[in-house]
């Protein structure tokens, strides 16, 4: 079983930056493959960023201002959000997978840390 936790969620001002964590316990981070998801009210969730051992993935919304990285000695999968707009407002989710080399299919989700983007 895998828990995930997020954090670094929080209210930031148009063009702002934030670095949201992902800290799983109970497999080791070099064994999953992790995503990153989004979900605004009133709207479906959508896939923000993926990692595998194989490569990075960015939903064209937040690519060129997103950085995804991972702290294996830490178990911690990052995301640094830069130049954020108020259309990044959502609840983001971390989640994995027990397949490391998965892109689309994710077992384990946090219970989300929601960012707010003011205008």
């Known amino acids: 079983q895998v828990q995930l936790v997020e954090s670094g969620g929080g209210l930031v001002q148009a063009g702002g930056s934030l670095r949201l964590a992902c800290k799983a316990s109970?497999?080791?981070?070099?064994?999953?493959?992790m995503g990153w998801f989004r979900q605004a009210p009133g709207k479906e969730r959508e896939r923000v960023a993926a990692?595998?051992?194989?490569?990075?993935y960015y939903a064209d919304s937040v690519k060129g201002r997103s950085t995804l990285s991972r702290d294996n000695a830490k178990n911690t999968v990052y995301l640094q959000m830069n130049s954020l707009k108020p259309e990044d407002t959502a609840v983001y989710y971390c989640?994995?997978?027990?397949?490391?080399?998965?892109?689309?299919?994710?077992?384990?989700w946090g219970q989300g840390t929601q960012v707010t983007v003011s205008s």
């Open positions: 989640a994995a997978s027990s397949d490391s080399l998965s892109w689309g299919s994710y077992d384990y």
């Open positions: 109970g497999r080791t981070l070099s064994s999953l493959a």
């Open positions: 990692l595998t051992w194989s490569g990075t």
